[in-house]
């Protein structure tokens, strides 16, 4: 045996040196590679007992592109070689790759890195001014997008750098300095991306853009394992990885945060200041200031590599979602850099080919200069971080708005989801003592919280309530509002002037944990409203469970003991009849165990006291739903995502997913519902919308969204017209408009992100659930659906003056209000439902998402 393993062991010894012999075409020996390694840094003497990266993963870096747990290797190995590197797991990806973090400084600054973090977040919240011999503490970020990973690879090398250089330059550094380097901000993608890459390399580098390697298939490496685009989760923390990223900034508060991205193949290099115009008002003009400060060393460096670059074009500083602007509401100094990418390992540009290992040079080199342009700012930087808060105390008191009030409603867990996230973001809040009557809202003190405006995350909280709709600059880079209480369609209010003194705080009461100990095997059903969040996730929990359930098309009320309850219509009813309910109870207490539990009551007579009978035929079987969403190439990865997200980790279904390639061979008769996003469907069969168009009439549930709705549409399933884009053309006066005005008059056209109100009919399935009549959507495209003239299908309409917040020119505005937001159609047994807008935007928009559940499993009342 152990002359098997000895062989065995020799066999694999050769078989990975000749692999290795055969890769590293460009190195002929092991010192050479570590060479190679090195000609990207600034030349001196380098610590030898240091390993460069070249000699933990074999090859020189930009030979291949780099895995994460290849990352992780090097990283590890790093921080047992240096005493100035120390390695942290933060947290784990969706698919359990762990979330790095180094923290690099030198011996001084080791030993006492807790009180240096301590007093340095003391003094922030205490306002004093900072010592001049405080370390600077940066946040360098790369590669969130997994398929720009010059970020990553120069991250390898700037670890290195930093634990291993000698010169007086990093040894002044890491004295001054803490830096925290978190080279692979989103695993998932990376290992993605570097798998598709690697994969089509050859010993020739092909440069061909129509080559299939700088062609990646869908899902691309950009996004998380749901297909989420991480730089835009900073805010909404839908995702472990922001999380866990959020955690260490407010553990830290840098100074100085880096965010380092690639863009197309035919640009140069971007930094930091973005478009000046383009800013959020909320961030101090100083952070502007310090930042083009600092973009000085960044064109000098690449001036001294002969590097074409460009600033304040393109690329705004506006959504504090993001990874270089979320740090701007904090006093911190975000920066973005987009290097020009190769996509692979070589490929084309007008610029001439652009290859990997360049890529990787310019992200070292600004990385660098960010280093040393922040230290020779350094007195700057810390004063301003200071004055960023004694600046918000100034606008706190001369701000009209002391505080928001917001109400929980009847959906617990919705609200507890919007606190976490306020909590993540240290936004304090309070229960509110006595019910109060404010702008004709009712605020019950038993659901209500105030969050007060008078704390240090008082830019954060104005930007998560903003109604603003003027801006001075009209086009957006992304969204132009991201209002917590609107994406999670809560009650709130502004409370101005003299109406603080209405507010009283306290503690807050909240509803109390809903118990279980009340259910009875003797009822005869178990009975659960529909508002909870977590409503279709029980319910997905119990059909798959076996359990038979009915869902009610009315509302009914029951007398139980000296109580009488009400049941909306949606609610879901457990018959005795059907189930053992003592198993039941049990499967209830596993569910809360892990969830949490909604409100589930006792009914103890099929004659209730009013509304329909437990034996009423408007109280129908719920079936076990089969859902098939429609995604790959030609579809929205992002939307097809977040339906995704939404179902596995909100509701707990197990979707099916089919690339659009393949719709034509498969039997849709197995499922109940097929789910279609935003996509280009031109290549669709008419043989397989013959087979789709059966399917509904035989009974099927076809819902789709944004684009996908103009499909439907043209193909007559529901009976709406699409405004044309002439439509939307004519109604932009161009007649005096000059060339220079054509990207404004696009921006114009378009609806990037806003928040717009509409009228729903509550009594409708597809609405059950919903507490109001008035339900905030998000609109982040400028498709219009007209009315028709089919009673009962046009739902949801835009009101009236219907944008709430963010901008829209008011040509859009016009076109939009009366227009349709979502659409019911039945068609034969089967039914079409439509949303005009993305009912998921991001996994935050809460307010809407639980959408989807009522189309699945409320559809066999629509029919």
Known sequence: MLRFISSFAMIFFISTSLQAASVLSNSHSHTNIKKADIEYLPAGEYDPNIPTPAEVLGYTVGTWHVRHDQLVNYMTVLAERSDRVSFDVIGYTHEQRPLMLLTITNDENRGNLDKIRAEHIQRLSDGAAANEDDPLIFYMGYSVHGNEPSGSNAALLVAYYLAASQSEEVKALLAESVVLLDPSMNPDGLSRFAQWANMHKGYNLVSDKQHREHREHWPSGRTNHYWFDLNRDWLLLTHPESQARITQFHKWRPHILTDFHEMGTDSTYFFQPGVPSRKNPLTPDTNVTLTTALAKY???????????????????????????????????????????????????????????????????????????????????????????YRDTQKLIKDDDVHGYLVQQGKDNTRFKRMLSILEAHRISWRGISKDISFDELEFDSAQSIYVPLNQPQYRLIRSLFSERTQFPDNTFYDVSNWNIALAFNLQYAAI????????????????????????????????????????????????????????????????????????????????????????????????????????????????????????????????????????????????????????????????????????????????????????????????????????????????????????????????????????????????????????????????????????????????????????????????????????????????????????????????????????????????????????????????????????????????
């Open 298 to 388: 960044h064109a000098n460096a690449l001036d001294n590599d002969k590097q074409p670059y460009f600033s304040q074009e393109r690329f705004d500083d506006f959504y504090y979602g993001k990874g270089s602007t979320y740090p701007d509401a904090h006093g911190s100094i975000g920066i973005l850099f987009e290097q020009a990418s190769s996509r692979g390992h070589k490929q084309a540009s007008i610029n001439g080919d652009v290859d990997f290992p360049r890529t990787i040079q310019n992200q070292v080199t600004t990385s660098l200069s960010t280093f040393k342009g922040s230290l020779a700012n350094k007195k700057a930087i810390l004063a301003y971080q200071q004055q960023f």
């Open 496 to 863: 101005k002037g003299s109406d603080k003194r209405k507010v009283k705080v306290s503690e807050y009461a909240g509803r109390s944990e809903n118990m279980l100990s009340h259910l009875s095997q003797d009822a005869v059903a178990f009975a659960y409203n529909w508002y909870d969040y977590n409503a279709p996730k029980l319910t997905q929990y119990l059909l798959e469970a076996g359990i038979k359930l009915r869902v009610s098309g009315k509302p009914f009320s029951s007398k139980e003991k000296n109580a009488t309850l009400h049941f909306s219509a949606g609610a879901i009813t457990v018959p005795a009849a059907d189930n053992d309910l003592i198993s039941v109870i049990d499967l209830l207490q596993a569910f809360k165990n892990v969830n949490g539990m909604i409100p589930i009551q006792n009914i103890s007579s099929g004659f209730t006291v009013d509304g329909i009978d437990m034996g009423s035929p408007s109280i129908l079987p719920l079936k076990a739903p089969s859902v098939l969403l429609v995604g790959g190439k030609g579809t929205s990865q992002y939307e097809i995502g977040e339906i995704w997200h939404y179902l596995d980790t909100r509701v707990g279904l197990a979707a099916s997913l089919i690339d659009l390639s393949d719709l034509a061979n498969v039997d849709i008769a197995e499922y109940s519902h097929l789910v279609f996003a935003s996509g280009n469907y031109a290549s669709v069969s008419s043989t397989t919308k013959d087979k789709l168009q059966k399917w509904i009439s035989n009974g099927g549930v076809l819902i789709g969204q944004r684009t996908a709705v103009k499909w439907f549409a043209k193909n007559t399933w529901l009976k709406n017209k699409v405004l044309s884009d002439d439509t939307i053309d004519s109604a932009f006066d161009t007649s005096k408009l000059a060339f220079e005005d054509k990207a404004a008059l696009q921006a114009n056209k378009l609806v990037a992100g806003a928040v717009f109100e509409t009228i729903i009919d509550r009594s409708h399935p597809l609405f059950f659930g919903i507490e109001r009549d008035k339900l905030p959507v998000f609109k982040t495209n400028n498709f219009i659906l007209d009315v028709n003239d089919d009673p009962f299908t046009d739902i949801g309409i835009y009101t009236e003056s219907p944008l709430m917040g963010g901008f829209a020119a008011p040509q859009m505005q016009d076109l939009i209000e009366k227009s349709v937001s979502m659409n019911v159609t039945p068609r034969g047994r089967g039914v079409v439902i439509s949303f005009v807008d993305n009912i998921h935007f991001r996994g935050y928009w809460d307010g809407t998402n639980k959408l989807m559940a009522n189309a699945i499993y409320m559809s066999e009342l629509m029919k």
